[in-house]
């Protein structure tokens, strides 16, 4: 037997006499360890094993054992008897038992508990107390064997009845009683049984009908209905205020519990408490204080400190009544300081050894004098005219009654044959500094004896910001800070000291806000500038300003960047702040035209776009208009389809053009990825189309162009200068806009402009290019693309990624371009322009017209069928021709453009030819599958979906 402490066991067989080699056998479930062509093997499975002798003659014996698993432990665990309990109205707890068996026995020791419920309920007992209604969990863990034991039981409360009390009522003089409009809420009673009783509250009188809904009331006060289950005793209670017509139930004041009089200095705060009576009576609970006070004092609290004088009034509102109340203003006061004056200097002569200070007193009770830098009193210090025989300052302190307040005045005391040095700093022009820093400031010093100019024996010495110094007596500056000049009078060995702060120029704040999005919806924005001056705005990369150039808020139309000019009037200094305004990338509308059907004459038109509920309108040649999204067509020319979704005011169109029977287009790709080209300047390409002219537009520091080409090509594997930001693992050749006018390249920091100019072989349609290195200084790249007349047909942004960034610009396949431009601009950390990144992979196509006479011979096609025709992972063509004929299979988008050859060989005669087109190498929307053999050909329509 298999047990928990031995897992596996050695079987005992044996054998008489010899009697033949041993092999055992397991059946029903058993493993062997080992030693299975032993007499001992060791097993560790439950089953049956037999154990085969053969003789050397075939002769054979089998014997059978049986290995068995001693049955495991059980647990289970219950709460009380599982059935539901439940709380009363209240709330009070009730006690839950977890009782746990064993292989049917039940078991209290050795136990642990943990429960779980509402409320995040976790404690650890056998037996709980919860007064929260929902489901609680009691898991039960035996220590010894680890086996556990779950058990649930829901906990639910005794439902108490709902009602409502009415509005509130007021008596009058026609009215002296009012009824009250108590009422109960249908179902609320799960007995059915209930009582309703009425108890008058603050006053009031119930004149009838205490144990009805309708209680008819006499006075003024508060009247409670309570609604109780006869059968649960849960009671609904709610409360009602009657009122007298003229009467005001709230009232609210305030009280102090420190006075009302600020000291002098406001060392100490103003206590204040609101208070309210309800119909006369103190008021608690379900109100709110709202306090307002001097200098936008706001305060929601029962309690406040104050320190500011002025009046504090207090609005109070009972939430449940919604009554408000406002008090009285209660009025903070200060005490005024004393007031006087020190009087005038004085100075001692050798006639006059003693000098009286001359004091004056406007309020105050009481006053002294204090000397001080030498100053000595001979008598009177607490009088108004003291009597001083020193030099030094002489300080009058005057105090109010209360001690609390006090001013304080100097007079100075000199000695009439002192010499008294003193400094003085002149200008020569007005001591400002431009906004430009071009002008400077120049300053002379003076210096006084005994307030006399003094010139000779007198020594200057200079300071100032960043360390400045100079020793002559005029100084030009032209940086703003603290100046200080110091004179020295030589002979007498005195000195003075004069300064003068040269503030900067006042420059203006602002900034010109977040970036904006044009969409669909909203064809104007409103810029969000701010600042503290004159303002105006300036359009550059195509925006526009509809109206506010002069406010901080204008409006505008278009995407572009837009500058916030700010200037200070009094200064005339300047800031700049710039916005970028995009638009959000329209409706997507495709269209398939083609070539008008030799048999009927007709050719149905196929639309689709980005919009999931769409509205189509196809308008054409001789007035031909229709709103089908795919309409059939008989005259050649030019359709265009207009696109509108339905769920927002997004918009798009295209056209097609449809050619008659003998007549079709043929639609050429081509790539310009400059992988063949060597390293350095470049002015053209050859293309399979013809030669593209490539002019690179150098931007120098000053933002200036430089007229020579500066087009170059670069290797992106390989960077060369400063440019490893252009580093690629696997793009190899691309267009940059060199530094210098030579074949080593390095791009250009400052940015500029890449014109391709497919003037020789266009008009073309622009499908795609790659671009590098777009980091995050570089947020105003674009790129334009023009027809032969310079008209703009469309423009994209090129997303700052970062540096080494790579990603595919779509260019819409935008018709009949003659000319692209990619200008590269942003401004760095310092506001430096910048602009440095790589074009590559430019996709275009053209289209010529053909001569395509009609094929009036039957199609060799007997069976052609695509299935499903919507997919997401994968769709299967199938077909059968006539007689054995070559055959090509090619996939194309809904502009015609080649995506892939699918499959191409020989179909035989009456065989199933089978190919598969698969999901997951395609970007979600619609293609055209084109079969060609040489006796026929067939379209097959299919649109993927993610």
Same mark, same amino acid.
């Given at each position: 037997?298999?047990?928990?402490?031995?897992?596996?066991?050695?079987?005992?067989?044996?054998?008489?006499?010899?009697?033949?080699?041993?092999?055992?056998?397991?059946?029903?479930?058993?493993?062997?360890?080992?030693?299975?062509?032993?007499?001992?093997?060791?097993?560790?499975?439950?089953?049956?094993?037999?154990?085969?002798?053969?003789?050397?003659?075939?002769?054979?014996?089998?014997?059978?054992?049986?290995?068995?698993?001693?049955?495991?432990?059980?647990?289970?665990?219950?709460?009380?008897?599982?059935?539901?309990?439940?709380?009363?109205?209240?709330?009070?707890?009730?006690?839950?038992?977890?009782?746990?068996?064993?292989?049917?026995?039940?078991?209290?020791?050795?136990?642990?508990?943990?429960?779980?419920?509402?409320?995040?309920?976790?404690?650890?007992?056998?037996?709980?107390?919860?007064?929260?209604?929902?489901?609680?969990?009691?898991?039960?863990?035996?220590?010894?064997?680890?086996?556990?034991?779950?058990?649930?039981?829901?906990?639910?409360?005794?439902?108490?009845?709902?009602?409502?009390?009415?509005?509130?009522?007021?008596?009058?003089?026609?009215?002296?009683?009012?009824?009250?409009?108590?009422?109960?809420?249908?179902?609320?009673?799960?007995?059915?049984?209930?009582?309703?009783?009425?108890?008058?509250?603050?006053?009031?009188?119930?004149?009838?009908?205490?144990?009805?809904?309708?209680?008819?009331?006499?006075?003024?006060?508060?009247?409670?209905?309570?609604?109780?289950?006869?059968?649960?005793?849960?009671?609904?209670?709610?409360?009602?205020?009657?009122?007298?017509?003229?009467?005001?139930?709230?009232?609210?004041?305030?009280?102090?519990?420190?006075?009302?009089?600020?000291?002098?200095?406001?060392?100490?705060?103003?206590?204040?408490?609101?208070?309210?009576?309800?119909?006369?009576?103190?008021?608690?609970?379900?109100?709110?204080?709202?306090?307002?006070?001097?200098?936008?004092?706001?305060?929601?609290?029962?309690?406040?400190?104050?320190?500011?004088?002025?009046?504090?009034?207090?609005?109070?509102?009972?939430?449940?009544?919604?009554?408000?109340?406002?008090?009285?203003?209660?009025?903070?006061?200060?005490?005024?300081?004393?007031?006087?004056?020190?009087?005038?200097?004085?100075?001692?002569?050798?006639?006059?050894?003693?000098?009286?200070?001359?004091?004056?007193?406007?309020?105050?009770?009481?006053?002294?004098?204090?000397?001080?830098?030498?100053?000595?009193?001979?008598?009177?210090?607490?009088?108004?005219?003291?009597?001083?025989?020193?030099?030094?300052?002489?300080?009058?302190?005057?105090?109010?009654?209360?001690?609390?307040?006090?001013?304080?005045?100097?007079?100075?005391?000199?000695?009439?044959?002192?010499?008294?040095?003193?400094?003085?700093?002149?200008?020569?022009?007005?001591?400002?500094?431009?906004?430009?820093?071009?002008?400077?400031?120049?300053?002379?010093?003076?210096?006084?004896?005994?307030?006399?100019?003094?010139?000779?024996?007198?020594?200057?010495?200079?300071?100032?910001?960043?360390?400045?110094?100079?020793?002559?007596?005029?100084?030009? #500056?032209?940086? %703003? *800070?603290? !100046? +200080?000049? /110091? &004179? $020295?009078?030589?002979?007498?060995?005195?000195?003075?000291? =004069?300064?003068?702060?040269?503030?900067?120029?006042?420059?203006?704040?602002?900034?010109?806000?977040?970036?904006?999005?044009?969409?669909?919806?909203?064809?104007?924005?409103?810029?969000?500038?701010?600042?503290?001056?004159?303002?105006?705005?300036?359009?550059?990369?195509?925006?526009?300003?509809?109206?506010?150039?002069?406010?901080?808020?204008?409006? #505008?139309?278009? %995407? *572009?960047? !837009? +500058?916030? /000019? &700010? $200037?200070?009037?009094?200064?005339?200094?300047?800031?700049? =702040?710039?916005?970028?305004?995009?638009?959000?990338?329209?409706?997507?509308?495709?269209?398939?035209?083609?070539?008008?059907?030799?048999?009927?004459?007709?050719?149905?038109?196929?639309?689709?776009?980005?919009?999931?509920?769409?509205?189509?309108?196809?308008?054409?040649?001789?007035?031909?208009?229709?709103?089908?999204?795919?309409?059939?067509?008989? #005259?050649?020319?030019?359709?265009?389809?207009?696109?509108?979704?339905?769920?927002?005011?997004?918009?798009?169109?295209?056209?097609?053009?449809?050619?008659?029977?003998?007549?079709?287009?043929?639609?050429?790709?081509?790539?310009?990825?400059?992988?063949?080209?060597?390293?350095?300047?470049?002015?053209?390409?050859?293309?399979?189309?013809?030669?593209?002219?490539?002019?690179?537009?150098?931007?120098?520091?000053?933002?200036?162009?430089?007229?020579?080409?500066?087009?170059?090509?670069?290797?992106?594997?390989?960077?060369?200068?400063?440019?490893?930001?252009?580093?690629?693992?696997?793009?190899?050749?691309?267009?940059?806009?060199?530094?210098?006018?030579?074949?080593?390249?390095?791009?250009?920091?400052?940015?500029?402009?890449?014109?391709?100019?497919?003037?020789?072989?266009?008009?073309?349609?622009?499908?795609?290019?790659?671009?590098?290195?777009?980091?995050?200084?570089?947020?105003?790249?674009?790129?334009?693309?023009?027809?032969?007349?310079?008209?703009?047909?469309?423009?994209?942004?090129?997303?700052?990624?970062?540096?080494?960034?790579?990603?595919?610009?779509?260019?819409?396949?935008?018709?009949?371009?003659?000319?692209?431009?990619?200008?590269?601009?942003?401004?760095?950390?310092?506001?430096?322009?910048?602009?440095?990144?790589?074009?590559?992979?430019?996709?275009?196509?053209?289209?010529?017209?053909?001569?395509?006479?009609?094929?009036?011979?039957?199609?060799?096609?007997?069976?052609?069928?695509?299935?499903?025709?919507?997919?997401?992972?994968?769709?299967?063509?199938?077909?059968?021709?006539?007689?054995?004929?070559?055959?090509?299979?090619?996939?194309?988008?809904?502009?015609?453009?080649?995506?892939?050859?699918?499959?191409?060989?020989?179909?035989?005669?009456?065989?199933?030819?089978?190919?598969?087109?698969?999901?997951?190498?395609?970007?979600?929307?619609?293609?055209?599958?084109?079969?060609?053999?040489?006796?026929?050909?067939?379209?097959?329509?299919?649109?993927?979906?993610?």
């Amino acid at each position: 037997m298999l047990t928990r402490d031995n897992p596996t066991v050695t079987l005992e067989g044996s054998v008489v006499n010899n009697s033949g080699q041993p092999i055992w056998l397991a059946s029903d479930g058993g493993n062997f360890v080992s030693g299975y062509r032993t007499l001992n093997p060791i097993v560790d499975a439950p089953g049956t094993y037999t154990l085969k002798l053969q003789d050397g003659r075939g002769c054979s014996t089998e014997y059978t054992v049986k290995v068995t698993r001693e049955e495991e432990n059980t647990l289970a665990a219950r709460i009380d008897y599982g059935s539901a309990k439940q709380l009363d109205c209240d709330r009070n707890a009730i006690t839950l038992n977890a009782y746990v068996t064993l292989n049917g026995e039940e078991i209290t020791e050795g136990i642990m508990y943990s429960w779980t419920g509402p409320n995040s309920y976790y404690p650890q007992l056998q037996a709980v107390s919860v007064n929260e209604p929902g489901e609680h969990t009691v898991v039960a863990t035996h220590i010894a064997t680890g086996a556990t034991a779950t058990a649930t039981l829901t906990v639910s409360r005794m439902p108490s009845p709902e009602g409502s009390a009415g509005p509130d009522k007021v008596l009058t003089a026609e009215n002296p009683t009012v009824t009250l409009e108590g009422s109960l809420v249908e179902g609320s009673v799960v007995s059915g049984l209930y009582e309703v009783r009425w108890d008058a509250i603050d006053g009031g009188e119930i004149v009838s009908g205490h144990w009805t809904f309708n209680p008819v009331v006499a006075t003024p006060g508060t009247y409670r209905m309570s609604i109780m289950d006869r059968i649960s005793k849960c009671t609904f209670r709610e409360d009602v205020i009657v009122t007298r017509e003229g009467e005001i139930p709230l009232v609210a004041f305030i009280t102090s519990s420190n006075g009302s009089m600020l000291d002098c200095s406001r060392s100490y705060a103003i206590n204040m408490t609101g208070h309210v009576r309800l119909n006369d009576q103190p008021a608690s609970g379900n109100l709110s204080y709202q306090w307002a006070g001097p200098d936008g004092f706001s305060s929601n609290d029962k309690e406040i400190a104050v320190k500011v004088p002025g009046n504090y009034t207090l609005t109070v509102t009972d939430t449940i009544r919604n009554l408000s109340t406002t008090s009285e203003p209660f009025r903070v006061g200060t005490y005024d300081n004393p007031k006087g004056s020190a009087g005038p200097d004085k100075v001692l002569t050798s006639q006059n050894s003693t000098v009286t200070l001359e004091g004056s007193v406007s309020s105050g009770s009481s006053l002294q004098w204090v000397a001080s830098d030498g100053g000595n009193i001979v008598s009177g210090e607490r009088t108004l005219r003291p009597v001083v025989n020193a030099p030094g300052t002489y300080t009058l302190i005057i105090t109010d009654t209360g001690g609390l307040c006090k001013f304080e005045d100097s007079a100075v005391v000199t000695r009439e044959e002192e010499n008294i040095l003193t400094a003085e700093i002149g200008f020569t022009n007005v001591p400002e500094l431009d906004c430009a820093g071009s002008n400077s400031v120049t300053m002379i010093g003076f210096a006084y004896l005994n307030e006399e100019p003094i010139q000779e024996g007198i020594t200057y010495q200079w300071s100032g910001p960043n360390g400045y110094t100079a020793d002559s007596k005029t100084v030009t #500056v032209t940086e %703003p *800070g603290d !100046y +200080t000049l /110091v &004179v $020295t009078e030589t002979i007498g060995n005195l000195t003075a000291t =004069s300064s003068y702060t040269i503030n900067p120029p006042v420059y203006p704040t602002g900034s010109a806000g977040p970036d904006k999005k044009l969409t669909c919806q909203n064809s104007t924005v409103t810029l969000e500038g701010s600042g503290d001056g004159a303002v105006i705005w300036l359009a550059s990369h195509g925006g526009n300003i509809v109206s506010g150039e002069r406010t901080f808020n204008p409006v #505008v139309n278009t %995407p *572009g960047i !837009y +500058t916030m /000019v &700010v $200037t200070n009037v009094k200064s005339g200094c300047k800031i700049e =702040s710039e916005v970028k305004v995009i638009r959000e990338e329209a409706l997507t509308v495709s269209a398939i035209g083609g070539q008008l059907d030799c048999a009927t004459g007709t050719l149905q038109l196929t639309g689709s776009s980005s919009a999931e509920n769409a509205r189509y309108t196809w308008t054409g040649p001789n007035g031909f208009t229709s709103m089908e999204q795919n309409p059939i067509v008989k #005259v050649a020319g030019t359709y265009t389809l207009s696109v509108s979704d339905k769920d927002s005011d997004c918009s798009g169109s295209t056209s097609v053009v449809v050619t008659p029977a003998s007549t079709g287009v043929e639609i050429t790709q081509h790539t310009i990825d400059f992988d063949s080209q060597p390293r350095g300047l470049i002015s053209s390409i050859n293309t399979e189309a013809g030669p593209v002219a490539i002019t690179g537009r150098k931007r120098n520091p000053d933002g200036t162009f430089a007229p020579e080409n500066y087009a170059a090509i670069f290797d992106s594997q390989d960077p060369t200068g400063d440019d490893t930001n252009l580093y690629t693992v696997d793009w190899g050749q691309v267009l940059i806009i060199n530094q210098y006018q030579n074949d080593y390249p390095d791009a250009t920091q400052w940015g500029g402009e890449i014109i391709l100019d497919f003037s020789a072989v266009g008009p073309v349609t622009m499908e795609s290019f790659r671009v590098v290195g777009v980091d995050n200084f570089e947020d105003m790249s674009w790129v334009y693309l023009y027809d032969a007349d310079g008209k703009e047909l469309n423009k994209v942004y090129l997303k700052p990624l970062g540096m080494n960034s790579k990603q595919l610009v779509n260019l819409g396949n935008t018709r009949g371009v003659m000319k692209m431009k990619v200008v590269l601009d942003g401004r760095d950390g310092s506001g430096d322009f910048a602009g440095s990144a790589a074009i590559d992979n430019i996709k275009f196509h053209r289209e010529t017209a053909t001569n395509t006479p009609c094929n009036t011979e039957v199609t060799n096609i007997t069976h052609a069928k695509a299935y499903p025709t919507s997919f997401s992972e994968r769709s299967k063509i199938e077909f059968i021709m006539r007689e054995t004929d070559n055959y090509t299979i090619s996939l194309y988008d809904t502009q015609g453009m080649l995506i892939k050859q699918l499959q191409t060989g020989t179909a035989r005669a009456g065989e199933l030819t089978t190919v598969e087109v698969l999901g997951h190498e395609l970007k979600e929307g619609m293609y055209l599958a084109r079969l060609v053999s040489e006796k026929g050909s067939h379209t097959f329509k299919l649109v993927l979906k993610r």
